[in-house]
């Protein structure tokens, strides 16, 4: 059991740690959320082990307890898992390939780090951009093209208000790993994530990891997941689904009160963005467990888990159509039909993508984003958050065709009001901003900062609380560059 000892400025100090090197957390409060973020490979954990996934943010009432990266595969035969659960296989650090050891943990720069395009020269809790640690691998704009890092000319990728960086790798096996005693699978990980304060249609933090197999050996099977506790209020009234076209797995109130919520709880999920590399670049199980029933005990267990089985190893069968699937419980709860969850109590869920074999050097990119709405009943907050996921997550390529010329193309609906859709077409890989600035030139936000491929776009915009109007968006893609109007009608 993790003992913490000490708590100084976002840095937690565990016992028998070497170089007494603390694990580092940052918040990520940009919108309706508040949650903290640790370089470990743990999230929507509080300080001295709390929940820590609140929301609305200033509250005090959480929706999730403990969230956390699942990674597994195969070395030979050899089952490898490293995870975040409650204690954790990573620490924050590099994995050095020529000598197959991990390193950094030791070294204070490896740590979370935060900006945000407000504070340039720093403020609040952001770092200043200069400190954006690029060498570690965290994105950045090269905007003179010169390959050196210049800051303010220069300035690190904001796709939200605000964004973290963290390098971990799961090379250290010592006091803090959890249920899994494998050997590592020698993964180095680079975490980015963002939140936006105009988030569409439902308060959302993103995720995208970056995994890179620093192992000499092919992994084989590779997976990777998000573990949640969800504790929607009180934690032993909650049910859980999943949605196998949307790719999301969800928990909700299991009574139409909740003792901290009141007459209407919310509704939380995890959705799978993209896995690159992946031939289908999607979710491939999603489940949820009833601790001691379902939950995994030991790394085979949750190696099983990880590739949408259940922990004894057999496939879930749906008792509707009798078929082996790996989305338990996908029925719905709003029409009332098909496989859903019964006897509310706790719940855990996971959700994540089976990339198949990772040769060594490769790296997997996984991409995930919570999200929470609140509907009109415990139950319609399940469609809610439904009907939100594809606005989520909004930044999407929707063509495999490259286009044929750049095209900025007029928002729709227009007038609008609240929220409304921009599309557009880029024809070279580079730098893509997204801006809206209001009739006097004043910049409003900054909808996409963001290195591109050749593809055909679309990003909501959500007006939230600015007044009637008439507002420019304005794209930029290298030197080409356009701007049109919308009006805002409230």
Not at 287 to 309: A, I, K, N, Q
């Amino acid at each position: 059991m993790l003992m913490i000892v000490m708590l100084i400025s976002g840095v937690v100090f565990f016992r028998d740690m070497p170089e007494e090197r603390g694990i580092t957390y940052r918040s990520l409060d940009a919108n309706n959320i508040r949650t903290y973020v640790w370089d470990a490979g743990m999230f929507d954990r509080g300080n001295g082990g709390v929940a820590g996934f609140s929301w609305p943010k200033e509250s005090n009432t959480y929706a999730i307890y403990f969230s956390g990266l699942w990674i597994s595969c195969k070395v030979s035969d050899s089952i490898r898992v490293s995870e975040g659960y409650y204690n954790t296989n990573f620490r924050a650090g590099y994995f050095d390939f020529l000598t197959q050891s991990p390193k950094g943990f030791d070294d204070s720069l490896y740590r979370m780090y935060k900006v945000s395009p407000q504070f340039p020269n720093g403020g609040g809790d952001s770092d200043p951009w200069i400190k954006w640690p690029v060498n570690q691998g965290a994105p950045w704009v090269d905007v003179n093209n010169n390959g050196v890092y210049e800051p303010p000319t220069d300035y690190p990728v904001m796709k939200g208000d605000q964004n973290l960086f963290c390098t971990f790798n799961d090379g250290y096996r010592d006091s803090l790993q959890s249920l899994s005693a494998t050997l590592p699978l020698r993964a180095e990980v680079h975490m980015y994530a963002y939140a936006r304060a105009n988030s569409p249609c439902a308060d959302a933090i993103h995720y995208e990891w970056s995994i890179i197999n620093k192992g000499r050996s092919q992994w084989t099977d590779f997976s990777a997941g998000i573990f949640s506790d969800i504790d929607l209020g009180t934690s032993n009234n909650d049910l859980a689904g999943t949605d196998s076209a949307l790719g999301l797995v969800y928990g909700y109130n299991g009574t139409p009160t909740d003792p901290i919520y009141g007459a209407i709880p919310p509704a939380v999920g995890i959705v799978v963005k993209s896995a690159e590399g992946h031939s289908n670049n999607r979710a491939d199980f999603a489940s949820r467990w009833r601790c001691p029933f379902d939950c995994p005990t030991d790394s085979l267990e949750m190696y099983r888990v990880l590739h949408g089985l259940r922990i004894s190893g057999e496939s879930w069968i749906n008792p509707y159509t009798n078929q082996a699937t790996k989305f338990a419980f996908s029925g719905n709860p709003v029409t009332q039909t098909g496989w859903r969850d019964s006897l509310p109590g706790e719940r855990y869920v996971i959700i994540g993508s089976i990339f198949g074999n990772v040769p060594s050097l490769d790296t997997i990119q996984f991409s995930t984003t919570s999200l929470i709405k609140r509907g009109t009943s415990n139950i319609n907050s399940i469609a809610e958050l439904k009907n939100c996921v594809n606005s989520v997550i909004n930044v999407s390529n929707n063509s495999e065709n490259v286009p044929a010329k750049f095209i900025l193309h007029q928002n729709y609906p227009n007038p609008f009001n609240p929220s409304t859709t921009i599309k557009f077409e880029i024809i070279e890989t580079g730098v893509v901003s997204l801006k809206i600035y209001d009739m006097l030139g004043r910049e409003v936000t900054e909808l996409i900062s963001a290195r591109l491929s050749p593809g055909t776009y679309s990003e909501e915009f959500n007006s939230g609380n600015l007044p009637s109007g008439a507002y420019f968006y304005r794209l930029q893609s290298g030197e080409q560059v356009k701007t049109m109007k919308m009006l805002l009608l409230k």
